[in-house]
C-alpha cells in the first residue's frame, strides 16, 4: 500500500553512443556480436513462468547471410494460445493491485539494465537478425527503448495525477483501472523498441498481455524476455507466443476477455483484425480499445528557396537509412526544377560513398531488406521502373540475393507524380522523385496531399517563412510528424510523439501520454461527507 505521493526520476533521452573506432562500446558490440553470430540459440514460448517447445521449429537466418543459421524457434498452437490467455487473465487480478509506483520500478530497471549489461547484447541481436548496423540499433534497440520505458513512467504519473475539482463537503476522485480483460500485442520486424513497448505501455498500466511478435524479430524479442524476466515482470503479465499469424489471432480476438490490440505492422493486416474485432462485438465484455500505426509515404517536399545541399542529405539519410525500411522512411519526393540539379548531384555524389554489406562491417551503411518476398517484391518495382517510359533510374537499380538480401539504394525520376512507386508503399531502398515547375508550387502541394492513402510523416525544406506557414497549413492531414527543414525520420521519445493517421494508423502517439491513456479504463469517484437527510430541495419551499 503506497504511503506517500512519489516523485519519479526525471526522464532525459539516452546520449547515444559513437561507436568510433577502438572505443569500448565499439569493441564490446562487436565482440558481442561474433560470440552470438557463431552460436546456435534454441528459443522456446513463454506461458506463465514457464518456456514452451513444441518441437515444430524455424530457422533463424540472418538477412545478410541467409545460408548461415543462429538458432530456431518453437512454434505455438492453438491450444497454447489458450493457455497463454488463461494463464494472463490469472495473473491479471495481482498485477492490476499492485501499486503504481512498483509497476514504475519494474521498467525503470528495465531501462538501467539495458543501458548497461544488456546495451551490447540488444544491440547485436538487432544488428544479426534484423540486419541493422551499428548506429541504427543504437538508437532503436538501445536509446528509442529506454526512452520509452522512463518517459513512460514519467507519462504514467501525470496521468494518475490528474484530478477532478472538488466542492464542498464533496471529493471527487478519479481512478485509473486497467481493462478487464487481456491486450493483444503484435509487433513488427523493424523496431526492436516498438516490439518491447506494446506489450510493456499496456503492461505498465496494470494490464495484462499476450505478445505476438514478428517472425523476424523472435531473436531480438527473446533478448526483450530476457530483459523484462530480470527487471521484474512477474510470470503471466507478458505472456510470448509465436507461430501463424491468423491462428494466433482468430484464437485471441474470439475470446470474451479480450479488452484491446496494441499493434504496428501493415494497413491490410490493422484493416483486417479491426473488421474482425467489429464481427465478433457483441462476444466481448467490453468495447476493445483499438490502437495502431500502420503503413506510410512519407514525402520531402522542397521549395526553391530551400537548401540544396540539406535537401539532398535528407533524401539520402531519409530513404535509405535502415534500407528504407522504416514506416516514416522517405519515399517520394516533389523537387523544384530550379534547384534540381543542384540537388541531384550532391544527391548523387553521396550515393557513390555508400557501402553495402554486412552490419559486422561497420563501414556499411546499407545492409539486407528482411527477407526474400520483401526482397522480390522490391526487385519487381525495380524492374518495372527500367522499361517504363514515365520513369528513370538516376541510381542504383541493382540487386543481389544470392548471399544475402541486399538491394542497391535506388532513385527514380519520374514525369508522372501519381506513377505507381510515388503512391505504393514499398518498403524497402527506393525513392521516387518528381520535379515540378517553380511556379506551381502551390498546385505541387495538392499533389503531396492527395497522392497518398497515408498520412504519417513528411518533411518540407525552404527558407522562406511566408512558404512554410503556408505548406505547413495546406499539408495539415498529409503527416501525423510533419518536419521542417529535417528528414522525416528520427523521431524521438518525450520530443516528436509518433504516429499519424488516414491509412496510417489511430495517431495515438506511442511513446506519449495520449498512448497510455488508452490502456486504462477510468472510474470516477465522489464521497461525500454530510450526506442530505431530507428529499426537499428549496424550491419546494411555499
Not at 70 to 75: A, I, S, T
Not at 311 to 335: D, L, M, N, P
Request: one cysteine or more.
Amino acid at each position: 500500500m503506497a504511503s506517500g505521493f512519489y516523485q519519479v526520476p526525471k526522464a532525459v533521452n539516452e546520449p547515444v553512443k559513437s561507436y568510433l573506432p577502438n572505443s569500448p562500446e565499439r569493441i564490446e558490440l562487436l565482440e558481442t556480436y561474433k560470440k552470438m553470430y557463431n552460436e546456435q540459440i534454441d528459443i522456446p514460448f513463454y506461458i506463465g513462468g514457464k518456456e514452451i517447445r513444441t518441437g515444430n521449429t524455424v530457422s533463424i537466418r540472418p538477412p545478410h547471410d541467409h545460408q548461415h543459421t543462429v538458432g530456431q524457434y518453437h512454434r505455438a498452437e492453438k491450444k497454447h494460445v489458450t493457455e497463454a490467455i488463461e494463464n494472463a487473465l490469472a495473473a491479471r487480478e495481482a498485477w492490476a493491485k499492485t501499486s503504481w509506483e512498483h509497476r514504475a520500478a519494474i521498467f525503470l530497471k528495465a531501462a538501467e539494465l539495458l543501458a548497461g549489461p544488456y546495451r551490447a547484447r540488444m544491440n547485436a541481436a538487432t544488428m544479426i537478425a534484423q540486419s541493422k548496423n551499428v548506429f541504427q540499433a543504437e538508437i532503436d534497440a538501445a536509446c528509442e527503448l529506454i526512452d520509452f520505458f522512463k518517459f513512460n513512467v514519467e507519462f504514467m504519473t501525470e496521468i494518475y495525477s490528474n484530478q477532478p475539482e472538488s466542492a464542498p463537503g464533496i471529493w471527487n476522485r478519479m481512478e485509473y483501472r486497467p481493462l478487464e480483460g487481456f491486450v493483444y500485442a503484435i509487433t513488427p520486424f523493424n523496431f526492436t523498441s516498438i516490439c518491447a513497448n506494446l506489450p510493456a505501455a499496456p503492461a505498465m498500466m496494470g494490464n495484462v498481455c499476450i505478445w505476438k511478435p514478428s517472425n523476424t524479430q523472435v531473436y531480438s524479442a527473446k533478448v526483450i524476455v530476457d530483459l523484462f524476466k530480470e527487471a521484474g515482470v512477474p510470470d503471466g503479465v507478458i505472456n510470448v507466443v509465436y507461430g501463424d499469424a491468423k491462428m494466433i489471432s482468430d484464437t485471441v480476438l474470439s475470446h470474451r476477455e479480450f479488452s484491446g490490440i496494441h499493434f504496428t505492422g501493415s494497413t491490410n493486416v490493422f484493416q483486417s483484425l479491426w473488421k474482425q474485432i467489429g464481427e465478433n462485438i457483441h462476444n466481448y465484455k467490453s468495447y476493445p480499445r483499438i490502437v495502431g500505426e500502420t503503413g506510410g509515404k512519407d514525402f520531402i517536399w522542397a521549395h526553391a528557396s530551400a537548401n540544396p545541399q540539406q535537401i539532398a542529405t535528407a533524401i539520402v539519410r531519409g530513404a535509405f537509412e535502415y534500407q528504407g525500411q522504416k514506416c516514416s522512411a522517405a519515399s517520394r519526393a516533389y523537387i523544384p526544377k530550379s534547384i534540381w540539379n543542384e540537388v541531384k548531384e550532391t544527391m548523387l555524389n553521396q550515393l557513390k560513398t555508400i557501402k553495402i554489406g554486412s552490419p559486422e562491417d561497420t563501414s556499411n551503411f546499407i545492409n539486407a531488406v528482411i527477407h526474400e518476398n520483401s526482397f522480390d517484391k522490391i526487385a519487381r518495382y525495380i524492374d518495372a521502373a527500367k522499361e517504363d517510359d514515365e520513369a528513370t533510374i538516376i541510381a542504383g537499380g541493382g540487386y543481389d540475393k544470392s548471399k544475402g538480401y541486399f538491394i542497391e539504394p535506388t532513385v527514380i525520376v519520374t514525369t508522372d507524380p501519381k506513377y505507381t512507386t510515388m503512391c505504393t508503399e514499398l518498403f524497402g531502398p527506393v525513392i521516387t522523385i518528381y520535379v515540378y515547375e517553380d511556379a506551381t508550387w502551390k498546385e505541387s502541394l495538392t499533389l503531396v496531399d492527395e497522392t497518398s492513402e497515408y498520412a504519417l510523416t513528411g518533411a518540407i525544406f525552404s527558407g522562406d517563412r511566408y512558404v512554410i506557414d503556408y505548406a505547413t497549413d495546406a499539408l495539415e492531414n498529409a503527416a501525423g510528424n510533419f518536419y521542417i527543414n529535417d528528414k522525416p525520420t528520427g523521431a524521438v521519445v518525450g520530443q516528436q510523439p509518433f504516429g499519424g493517421a488516414r491509412g496510417s494508423g489511430t495517431n495515438d502517439k506511442a511513446g506519449s501520454v495520449w498512448n497510455l491513456l488508452r490502456w486504462c479504463s477510468n472510474r470516477t469517484i465522489k464521497e461525500t461527507f454530510v450526506p442530505a437527510t431530507d428529499y426537499k430541495y428549496p424550491f419546494l419551499e411555499q
